[in-house]
T-cell receptor, first 113, second 115 residues
Framework: AQSVSQHNHHVILSEAASLELGCNYS??????LFWYVQYPGQHLQLLLK??????LVKGIKGFEAEFIKSKFSFNLRKPSVQWSDTAEYFC???????????FGTGTRLQVFP | DTAVSQTPKYLVTQMGNDKSIKCEQN?????MYWYKQDSKKFLKIMFS???????INETVPNRFSPKSPDKAHLNLHINSLELGDSAVYFC??????????????FGPGTRLTVL
């Protein structure tokens, strides 16, 4: 069965610090990969996605993620975080053979000014 | 323009009651979903409908019954509400592209509290 794990449950950073959030998945076939963000009290919004092609994907608000197939990983990065990045971040994986989007448990990011 | 909308935003009710949550999408998508987000923020798919046909039913108690009157609407009816049903319920929609499901777009969520 597919599963997604996010290693960091709670990350606390100061503004301008660099961010990397880990995401690993278990599935042997072809997958689509996503990072969603949920700002406090709001719904999930898509940050970026990987379907095929260049494994380094750029998303909105300066975020990027790299798909490393050999490591089954899709880590999210941002070189310099801002206070407004405070949110919950979810990695999600969708096996091409199914319609199911499997979410990781989420990482809560707090950025202090 | 709201892409995926849900009503109500908040729902507080007593145990044993029956309630419904409505979802509508104006994106022209043919697939819609219901997700449950628990108190620890974990998101899990409950149901998926494609063109009004049930595709995914993830071991959800049969007190939960989705209904899709047309492909733009997917409502969730819950009978005999229990304390454990308290959660945020998210509706989502997507379009199939080349046989594979594309990005899912989420609604604002409905926070259900069962007392």
């Amino acid at each position: 069965a597919q599963s997604v794990s996010q290693h960091n449950h709670h990350v606390i950073l100061s503004e301008a610090a660099s961010l990397e959030l880990g995401c690993n998945y278990s599935y042997g076939g072809t997958v689509n990969l996503f990072w969603y963000v949920q700002y406090p009290g709001q719904h999930l919004q898509l940050l970026l996605k990987y379907f095929s092609g260049d494994p380094l994907v750029k998303g909105i608000k300066g975020f990027e993620a790299e798909f490393i197939k050999s490591k089954f990983s899709f880590n999210l990065r941002k070189p310099s975080v801002q206070w407004s990045d405070t949110a919950e971040y979810f990695c999600a994986v969708n096996a091409r053979s199914t319609d199911k989007l499997i979410f990781g448990t989420g990482t809560r990011l707090q950025v202090f000014p | 323009d709201t892409a995926v909308s849900q009503t109500p935003k908040y729902l507080v009710t007593q145990m044993g009651n029956d309630k419904s949550i409505k979802c509508e999408q104006n994106l022209g998508h043919d697939t819609m979903y219901w997700y449950k987000q628990d108190s620890k923020k974990f998101l899990k798919i409950m149901f998926s409908y494609n063109n009004k046909e049930l595709i995914i039913n993830e071991t959800v108690p049969n007190r939960f019954s989705p209904k899709s009157p047309d492909k733009a609407h997917l409502n969730l009816h819950i009978n005999s509400l229990e304390l454990g049903d308290s959660a945020v319920y998210f509706c989502a929609s997507s379009q199939k592209t080349g046989g594979s499901t594309d990005t899912q777009y989420f609604g604002p969520g409905t926070r259900l509290t069962v007392l």
